[in-house]
C-alpha cells in the first residue's frame, strides 16, 4: 500500500507524539517526590516556597517536594511515628512533640539554662559526640536523623517592670513545666494556660505575667494590649530546636546526590526560618514593649537551678545522661555554671 505525503505526515507526527509521550513517562516515573509534613502553618509559605523550588532546580526537576502544613495530614505528636512507619517522608518538629517515644526528646528541643545562644546550641548540636548520641537515638525510634534548625526569643513578659527574680516572687507566671520546676525553686508562683487562653489570663488577672516566645510572637496573640514589660531571662536562647527526620527506606533508596541535595536545602530551610524569626523580633514597632534584662547573676542562678530538671532527664536513660554531661560541660565553658 502507498502512502500519501499527507498520510506519511499524520502518522510520523503521531509516531513523534507517541516517543515523546514514552519519554514524559519514564522522565515522570524518574522524578521522585517526598511528602514533607512541618509544625508550621500558613505563616512560613513563602519560605516553604523557596525550599520546593531550591530542591527541584538543585536536581533538575528529578526530586519534588510535596508540602504539607501543621495538621494537614498527621498531629504534630505523631511525627516520629509517622516518619519510622513511612507516612511522611521527612517530618520537621521539636522534640517535644515525641519525648515520650524517644528518651532524647525533651533535652535536645531545650531544657531550661542549656545555652543561651544560637552559636552555642549550634556549637553543641554539631559536636561529633552529640551528633552521634542524637543519629543513635533516632536510628532506634526507627528514624533518620538529618540535622536541627533553631527557634528565637523565649523570655518574659509582665504587666509591671522586673529588675530581678525577687520582684517575681508576689506574680502568677505563666510557664510549662519544666521552666516552671525552675521558677518554683525561687518561690515564684507558676500557673500553665495554652497560648489561646494568655490573652483573657493576663487582662482578667489570671496572670501577672507569661513565658512564652519572643516579642512577635506576644504581638501576634495581641498581649501587648494587656502588658508591655519585656525582660530577657538568658535562661534558654533560642528557646527550642526543630529537628528533621526521615523514613530509612525511603532514605536508603535515594541516591547520594538527593541526599546532599535535601541536607543541603533542609539546612537553607532551617536557616531562612531562624531569620525570619529574628526578622519578626527586630522588625516589632518601637514601643509595643519596654525592654529589661535580669541581672547577670540572676540568670545564672536560673542555670543553677535548672540542673534538678537535667538530673530528672539524665536519668532516664544513659544517652541522655550522655547528652546532660555535654550540657554542663557547655554550660561550665561558658561561665554559666
Do not use: C
Not at 218 to 244: C, V
Amino acid at each position: 500500500m502507498k502512502l500519501t505525503i499527507t498520510r506519511r505526515a499524520v502518522l510520523g507526527a503521531m509516531a513523534g507524539a507517541a516517543a515523546l509521550t514514552s519519554i514524559a513517562t519514564a522522565a515522570s516515573a524518574d522524578t521522585v517526590r517526598l511528602r514533607f509534613h512541618t509544625f508550621y502553618g500558613t505563616e512560613i509559605d513563602h519560605i516553604a516556597d523557596k525550599f520546593r523550588d531550591t530542591v527541584k532546580d538543585m536536581s533538575d526537576g528529578s526530586l519534588r517536594i510535596q508540602y504539607f502544613r501543621g495538621g494537614e495530614l498527621v498531629a504534630s505528636d505523631q511525627f516520629a511515628d509517622a516518619a519510622a512507619k513511612g507516612t511522611i517522608d521527612i517530618v520537621h518538629g521539636t522534640g517535644g512533640y515525641w519525648s515520650g517515644q524517644i528518651d532524647v526528646g525533651n533535652i535536645e528541643a531545650g531544657l531550661p539554662g542549656a545555652w543561651a545562644s544560637v552559636d552555642e546550641a549550634k556549637t553543641l548540636f554539631e559536636s561529633p559526640e552529640v551528633d552521634k548520641l542524637l543519629t543513635e537515638a533516632y536510628a532506634e525510634a526507627g528514624t533518620v536523623y538529618l540535622g536541627k534548625g533553631y527557634g528565637h526569643n523565649y523570655d518574659l513578659l509582665t504587666k509591671d517592670p522586673v529588675t530581678s527574680l525577687e520582684d517575681l516572687k508576689t506574680r502568677k507566671i505563666r510557664a510549662t513545666s519544666n521552666v516552671a520546676k525552675v521558677l518554683n525553686a525561687f518561690g515564684i508562683p507558676t500557673v500553665y494556660l495554652p497560648a489561646q487562653e494568655l490573652y483573657i489570663g493576663m487582662s482578667t488577672g489570671v496572670i501577672d505575667g507569661a513565658i512564652y516566645g519572643g516579642p512577635v510572637e506576644y504581638e501576634q496573640l495581641k498581649l501587648h494590649e494587656t502588658a508591655q514589660n519585656y525582660t530577657f531571662m538568658n535562661m534558654l536562647m533560642p528557646g527550642w530546636t526543630e529537628t528533621f527526620l526521615a523514613n530509612p527506606e525511603m532514605w536508603e533508596k535515594l541516591s547520594d546526590e538527593h541526599k546532599q541535595i535535601l541536607k543541603t536545602a533542609i539546612g537553607q530551610f532551617a536557616d531562612d526560618i531562624h531569620q525570619w524569626l529574628d526578622d519578626g523580633n527586630k522588625g516589632v514597632a518601637e514601643g509595643t514593649f519596654e525592654y529589661a534584662t535580669l541581672p547577670d547573676a540572676d540568670s545564672k542562678a536560673l542555670t543553677e537551678a535548672s540542673q534538678a530538671v537535667w538530673a530528672e532527664e539524665a536519668a532516664r536513660s544513659d544517652r541522655n545522661k550522655a547528652l546532660v554531661d555535654a550540657l554542663i560541660a557547655n554550660a561550665k565553658a561558658q561561665g554559666r555554671l
